[in-house]
């Protein structure tokens, strides 16, 4: 691995203790204007201090974060599917390698649906961007996508995660679920996990600690924090657990104490 790509992933998963806060605020490429990313520049900026990285797309980076920013960035490059199709999540490749550079990114991530009908459509594209990015020294973390009528357990996010593992993934972003050491245990890569639909807050925390636990090395959150009352209080309390070592109860008596200072 050359001093390149291992200095771009020292800018994702911070060398002084090998984890990482990940804001994922890439939701509009299907999504659209979804809850919490209606103006980026009022609801995501404020943020960024408190993250390690930012997960977005280009469009996204280029009309609502100011290039001056220091936050690392993630580049999501895999796309073309809506909440309107069926086949959501029958992603390709939506922004090019050469962009990744031209945006001076940290890293890029790509999803994967592994069992669907078009698994393989999805999995040739990543080692497309996996092969490229390797020439440039840019990280892909594979982000494994699970279709709603997908079971969500051990057994397929391994699967999923070790899959995405060998065919080159620098990083895994994958779901916490029951016996996710297993998940971890098998990966041979960093794992982090995505907080998934909008839950309550101490549940949320409790879960980014669990998966630190069982020994991912940080998450790659979005609607768990932007979508919080108050999301700057959120995030705090989610890195007090990823950085600071605290327990989720710590960590929710921080965002209680901090809720009323910030209001959306
Ligand atoms: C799509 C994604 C989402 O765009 C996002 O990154 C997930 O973040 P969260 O579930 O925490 O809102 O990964 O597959």
């Given at each position: 691995m050359d001093w390149g790509m291992k200095n771009r992933l020292s800018k994702i998963i911070k060398a002084k203790d090998n984890r990482t806060l990940m804001l994922a605020v890439?939701?509009?490429?299907?999504?659209?204007?979804t809850t919490g990313l209606e103006q980026m520049d009022k609801s995501i900026v404020p943020l960024m201090p408190y993250a390690d990285t930012l997960m977005l797309t280009r469009g996204a980076l280029r009309n609502y974060i100011p290039p001056e920013s220091e936050t690392p960035i993630v580049l999501r490059v895999s796309g073309g599917t809506s909440?309107?199709?069926?086949?959501?999540?029958h992603e390709g490749i939506i922004a090019s390698m050469e962009e990744a550079v031209r945006l001076n990114v940290a890293g890029v991530a790509f999803s994967i649906l592994v069992g669907a009908s078009f698994e393989r459509d999805t999995l040739l594209a990543f080692t497309e961007i996996v092969d490229e990015a390797e020439s440039l020294g840019i990280p892909v973390v594979a982000v494994t996508a699970v279709g709603k009528d997908m079971v969500r357990d051990a057994r397929y996010m391994s699967l999923a995660s070790r899959m995405a593992a060998e065919l080159g993934a620098h990083i895994v972003k994958t779901y916490y679920v029951e016996g996710f050491e297993n998940v971890v245990d098998t990966c041979p890569v960093p794992v982090v996990i995505a907080g998934g639909k909008k839950i309550e807050e101490l549940e949320c925390l409790k879960m980014a600690y669990n998966a630190l636990e069982a020994g991912a090395v940080g998450v790659d959150m979005g609607r768990n924090i932007f979508q919080a009352e108050n999301p700057i209080a959120m995030i705090q309390a989610v890195r007090s657990i990823v950085h600071e070592k605290a327990t989720p109860e710590e960590a929710y008596q921080l965002l209680s104490k901090k809720r009323g200072k910030w209001s959306r």
């Open positions: 890439d939701h509009g490429y299907f999504m659209g204007p909440i309107l199709n069926e086949n959501l999540l």
